[in-house]
């Protein structure tokens, strides 16, 4: 009886090791693809799960990671390095890959690092299709950059980075989808020409800006130029208008003086020519008294004058008479 006991007891005690050791958790958005005897034999899903001990094993991959150091200058280094997992991640993974050496379409060395966001989508897949799923990745993204910059010419590798971008995320897509992996975005990091090469790019980079420079200042110059020769030629026009518009105007004013004057004039004549009737010539009238008016312009002053009398002075004296007998006493100054 207590043999059997035993017995018992044992067969029990390896059985709930072997539920014990049986039972598998994973993880969210893990997965752990189970080999039977070395066939593939399923697959476990996030939650718990068993599986027979001996009989089955998870499958292992190799899985890039990077370590974190700092070197001699203080800057922070990553160094990438293969660990074996016996889980798949299915969630979108970054690889940061190292800088690398590209020789582009006119024999110039510069050197590349690119970024990569991919997602398994078939664990299956990246688990038989492929030995090694973080190598074949980065080799095929080396060897279709070392494709794309041989390609172009070197001033083209700085100016066309979208259009490097998406060739090279359809190329690699397209390429990584037979290993159950679908590539979202790809980012070049930095192109770093040869020291020579960049100084030279930034001597062209500083002669191009100086001749805008000297451009730009000459246009302006030439603008203000033409404005300023714009702002005198308006202004004489306009101060010409004004000239032409006051001679104008003055000239009016003269005419209208003038015929103002005449018609005075005509109308003091028909008064005096209605007043004198038949006694007197009225014009003689008028005529005297501008003879007298220019003779007393003729006399102001203090200065001593020598005074010539016109020879048409003795018709003057007749219309004093004239004008004596329409007033009826002196003539008026």
Known sequence: MDLYTTFLGVIVFFAIVLIAKGIRIVDQAQVVIIERFGKFHGVLYPGINWIIPVMDKPHIMEWRNSREYIDGTGRTRVIPHMEARTVIDMRETVYDFPRQSVI?????????????????????????????LPTAIEKLTQTTLRNIFGELDLDQTYTAREKIN?????????????????VNRVELQDIIPPTAIREAME?????????????????????????????????????????????????????????????????????LAAGVGDKANPANYQVSLKYIEALSKMTEGKDNKVIYMPYEASNVLGAVAAIKDLTGGAPQK
């Open 104 to 132: 582009t379409k006119d024999n110039a060395t510069i050197e590349i690092s690119a970024v990569l966001y991919f997602q398994i989508t078939d664990p299956v897949k990246a688990a038989y299709e492929v030995e090694s």
């Open 166 to 182: 998406s060739k090279l995320l359809v190329t690699l897509d397209n390429a990584a989808n037979k290993w159950g992996v679908k």
């Open 203 to 271: 001597k062209q980079m500083k002669a191009e800006r100086d001749r805008r420079a000297t451009v730009t200042e000459a246009e302006g110059l030439k603008t203000s130029q033409i404005l300023k020769a714009e702002a005198i030629r308006e202004a004489e026009i306009k101060k010409a208008e004004g000239m032409k518009q006051a001679a104008i105007l003055e000239a009016e004013g003269i005419a209208e003086a003038k015929i103002k004057v005449a018609n005075a004039e005509a109308e003091a004549v028909k008064i």
